[in-house]
């Protein structure tokens, strides 16, 4: 029999009616055995999530606030889903003994993850399935850095005894058995360490959205799904800004190349993205997504016969280290070269970074953009392929956008172009238009 792993994320178990929609998707096929689940999310737009609500406790025990009634909130939710659904957990044992703990000051990380452990517990219990503690199995080393050969092997030796289970995501332990977690949104990388581990035939992440979208449909009015995406357009697409699933999330799956399916607890019937190694052969498909962010500043650096000096771009490079400014782009000409920053890394700073540039450099002069969006269209049914960036700038000057800047990588899977701040949402719509209508 084939294996699922299946992640449920915090809005496909924020309530007994999630829940119970979750149920009817593992129930339907057998070879969902392994399920991963997030701490209960938001039922509604303004609604707390219950990992927010943990770290808040949290911090009102340092400040030696109440917390009482935080944890009251926590508790609430958990007992409603536990009045809805009938499960044999004995709640209030749990929550006694976690707020025992916390009085025994026990650690951030430990009260974060108490969300996904308490979830779990329930959900196993509802769905008849074991509950395997993820911290006996996602290993951390002393530096908080994940030990991804220990937690291999400890969650194959683990889950062997265990033909179903359902497993609290975003934490493991280190060595002397503390609590850690990953970053938010961690259970992804859960999911995905469990399915690499257990050689699954697909990683299922079940989320709010039917996989990713061309484009953002609070831009373009319903874009299309994209079917496939490769984990190499992905990862350009949610650099610039496509973001559902957690960066780490790719890795795992992708050297044990098992496909991630994205897909909707609320719509189990789309079939959502399939994130592969390859790009799919959708033959006629030029572009696979468009994706971008506002608010970057360009640089621009003129100065005569710079093809022939020798260590400028280390100088420059080493002026925005020594700030702690990463690059972003770094289009070049034959005199000038610019550098793409985004306005939150400079953080004031412009003048010093003009300043050392002065310095170190000599330009013959500058040029400053500082209100630059920039836009990412990305496929790779683009390489090779002649007449892409005409089709795009051409549409681009058909809606009068200007553009300050392009950047094209040399895999020609992605061209990005900058625009002003104020044309990003026309330039997005354009492009789309252009290459999906
Ligand atoms: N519950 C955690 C968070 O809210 C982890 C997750 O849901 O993946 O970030």
């Avoid at 119970?20 to 209960?40: F, G, N, W």
């Avoid at 265990?162 to 990388?189: C, L, M, N, Q, W």
């Avoid at 299309?224 to 890795?251: C, F, N, Q």
């Avoid at 997504?289 to 100088?315: H, W």
Wanted: hydrophobic share 40%; glycine share 8%; proline share 3%.
């Amino acid at each position: 029999m084939g294996l699922k792993v299946a992640k449920f994320g915090g809005s496909s178990v924020a309530d007994a009616i999630q829940i119970e929609k979750i149920k009817d998707i593992i129930m339907s096929s057998d070879e969902r055995r392994y399920i991963v689940v997030s701490a209960p999310g938001k039922r509604f737009d303004d609604d707390a999530k219950i990992t927010d609500l943990l770290y808040l406790c949290k911090t009102h025990m340092e400040h030696k606030l109440p917390y009482q009634q935080l944890f009251q909130v926590i508790c609430d939710r958990y007992m409603a889903v536990e009045v809805n659904l009938g499960t044999d957990v004995d709640l209030r044992k749990e929550f006694s003994r976690i707020e025992k703990d916390m009085n025994e000051g026990a650690s951030t990380d430990y009260v974060a993850s108490r969300g996904e452990y308490l979830n779990a517990m329930m959900i196993a219990s509802y769905l008849g399935f074991d509950f395997v503690d993820s911290a006996d199995m996602v290993k951390f080393n002393e530096k908080g850095k994940l030990d991804a050969e220990a937690t291999d092997e400890a969650i194959r030796k683990v889950l062997s005894k265990h033909e179903k289970a359902v497993i609290p995501g975003f934490y493991g332990s280190k060595a002397d058995g503390s609590i850690k977690t990953f970053s938010r949104g961690g259970s992804d990388v859960t999911g995905s360490l469990i399915a690499k581990a257990m050689g699954a035939d697909v990683y299922e992440n079940w989320t709010d959205v039917s996989g990713f979208l061309v484009a953002d449909p609070r831009i373009v009015k319903t874009p299309k799904p994209i079917g496939t995406i490769s984990y190499k357009e992905l990862r350009e697409l949610s650099y610039m800004g496509a973001s559902v699933l957690h960066e780490d999330a790719i890795h795992p799956a992708r050297v044990a190349n098992i496909p991630i399916n994205i897909r909707n607890t609320n719509r189990p019937e789309d079939e959502g993205t399939m994130i592969t190694a390859e790009p799919a052969l959708e033959n006629e498909r030029i572009i696979t997504g468009i994706a971008g962010k506002k608010d970057f500043t360009s640089i621009t650096i003129y100065k005569s016969m710079l093809n022939d000096e020798r260590g400028f771009v280390r100088r420059l490079s080493s002026v925005l280290e020594d700030l702690n400014i990463p690059i972003e782009h770094m289009p070049s000409g034959i005199d000038t070269l610019s550098v793409v920053l985004t306005n939150e890394d400079i953080d004031g700073r412009l003048d010093e970074i003009l300043d050392s540039f002065q310095k170190q450099l000599a330009p013959d002069h500058m040029e400053v953009e500082d209100d630059l969006a920039l836009i990412a269209t990305v496929g790779s049914g683009m390489s090779y392929r002649p007449g892409v960036s005409a089709k795009l700038f051409s549409a681009l000057a058909e809606v009068g956008v200007n553009i300050r800047m392009i950047d094209q990588g040399s895999s020609e899977m992605n061209i990005i172009v900058g625009v002003k701040n104020k044309d990003f949402e026309k330039s997005i719509k354009a492009i789309y238009e252009a290459f999906e209508k």
